[in-house]
């Protein structure tokens, strides 16, 4: 009995992170400020990879070539001008799901891209430089991370975020239960004491017209 009681508890555990999941997402209407907040940043920044790689495209630049063909002011050639409009078309399928999964896809789009940064900074004066990065190209890696982890975690991780927040309320639901129960309660006291002054006006009614 007892290692039934130790298997099942993992599961009811994970069974209960499932369920919190499924409660998050159900509040999180399709108008929720934290949605728009999500699908705004993921379809600005996927136009301005796909307006980027499509220029690239235009000007017909080799796949890998590593000259100083530029495109608004980036360097670039044929594979990152491809790389730039399949990560703008990821960015509006995230778009269009909205919820978690364009916070999530924000947040990973983010990493990837500060990691870019990073390795391409290191690759700059190499002879292998498959994207053509160049400085200008670094740091625009590094803004477009940051504004993308900004539009991913704005109103998911905080130490301080509202209890009315769908987040913090998937993450400790004791708390929440306890608050529906204050709630409730002090709706019965607010109904009882309602109830009693209405039948004070009453019999105060009553004596008057007697």
């Keep these: 009995m007892s290692g039934q009681g130790t298997i099942s508890r993992p599961v009811r555990q994970r069974q209960s992170r499932r369920r919190r999941r499924v409660r998050l997402d159900e509040h999180l209407p399709v108008d929720h400020t934290l949605i728009r907040v999500y699908r705004i940043g993921a379809g600005l920044i996927g136009l301005v990879l796909l307006v980027f790689g499509i220029l690239g495209l235009v000007n017909q630049i ?68 498959p994207l053509n990065f160049r400085i200008q190209n670094v740091l625009f890696s590094f803004v477009v991370g940051l504004l993308l982890m900004f539009f991913g975690m704005y109103g998911r991780v905080s130490g301080s975020l509202p209890h009315d927040n769908p987040y913090w309320r998937a993450r400790h639901p004791r708390q929440v239960e306890d608050e529906r129960r204050d709630q409730a309660a002090a709706e019965q006291r607010a109904a009882h004491a309602h109830r009693a002054v209405t039948s004070q006006h009453r019999q105060g009614a009553h004596r008057t017209a007697g």
């Design 62 to 129: 080799g796949v890998f070539d590593t000259g100083s063909h530029t495109t608004a002011g980036l360097n670039t050639n044929g594979a990152l001008s491809v790389l730039s409009i399949c990560v703008g078309v990821l960015l509006f399928i995230g778009m269009l799901i909205g919820k978690n999964f364009a916070s999530t896809l924000n947040m990973i789009l983010g990493v990837l891209f500060i990691l870019s940064g990073f390795v391409n900074l290191a690759l700059i004066d190499n002879s292998f430089n």
